[in-house]
Antibody, heavy 119, light 107 residues
Framework: QVTLKESGPGILQPSHTLSLTCSFS??????????VSWIRQPSGKGLEWLAS???????YNNPSLKSRLTVSKDTSNNQAFLKVTSVDTADTATYYC???????????WGQGASVTVSS | DIQMTQSPSSMSVSLGDTVTITCRAS??????VNWFQQKPGKSPRRMIY???NLADGVPSRFSGSRSGSDYSLTISSLESEDVADYHC?????????FGGGTKLELK
């Protein structure tokens, strides 16, 4: 059974860097075809894909966030990470990580981590 | 980026209704469309994958279809537990893009 759980700071100040961790079980990011995606959702709004990281280390970021995103992984500890630099109030959202494996795209999601950017 | 235009944005429904939600893709995305259900305060749940395939554990009253660039999610004989938000997703090419969402509300 695949499970994921996001963790983050809860609240941070504008211009700071947001760091999120996705801790997962039921799969390995060293296994061929496995990946983790990050998605966010401002309160009352739609879903936005942010980035994905794959078993082979390949990463893909949403160009709309330009170069503010960095995704990485710790295969040994079954974790994936997302960093968002220079946050502002528009980055206030619930951030999710989701499993993708082979042809199964976003078939399991974490519970979400609420992030508020406020001074 | 590929745009997924989802309609309607909200819908007033009654129990027992047949409900259809549609996403129109701005360019060909083949079969690479998923549908998700999201209840208040919960994370999305995959309902349909590759346009027409029912995900594990999803009731058979849910179905997905495709007609050209239009992708539809149909709920037959709506039950109270189906009242939620629904989102489509294309993953044919990066960046994956979601539709704007459809909120089902009981009359």
């Amino acid at each position: 059974q695949v499970t994921l759980k996001e963790s983050g700071p809860g609240i941070l100040q504008p211009s700071h860097t947001l760091s999120l961790t996705c801790s997962f079980s039921g799969f390995s990011l060293s296994t061929y075809g496995m990946g983790v995606s990050w998605i966010r959702q401002p309160s009352g709004k739609g879903l936005e894909w942010l980035a994905s990281i794959w078993w082979n280390g390949n990463t893909y970021n949403n160009p709309s966030l330009k170069s503010r995103l960095t995704v990485s992984k710790d295969t040994s500890n079954n974790q994936a990470f997302l960093k968002v630099t220079s946050v502002d109030t528009a980055d206030t959202a619930t951030y999710y990580c989701a499993h993708t494996g082979g042809l199964s795209v976003m078939d399991a999601w974490g519970q979400g981590a609420s992030v508020t950017v406020s001074s | 980026d590929i745009q997924m235009t989802q309609s309607p944005s909200s819908m007033s429904v009654s129990l027992g209704d047949t409900v259809t939600i549609t996403c129109r893709a701005s360019q060909d995305v083949g079969i690479y469309v998923n549908w998700f259900q999201q209840k208040p305060g919960k994370s999305p749940r995959r309902m349909i994958y590759r346009a027409t395939n029912l995900a594990d554990g999803v009731p058979s009253r849910f179905s997905g279809s495709r007609s050209g660039s239009d992708y539809s999610l149909t709920i037959s004989s709506l039950e109270s537990e189906d009242v939620a938000d629904y989102h489509c997703l294309q993953y044919d090419e990066y960046p994956p893009t979601f539709g704007g969402g459809t909120k089902l509300e009981l009359k």
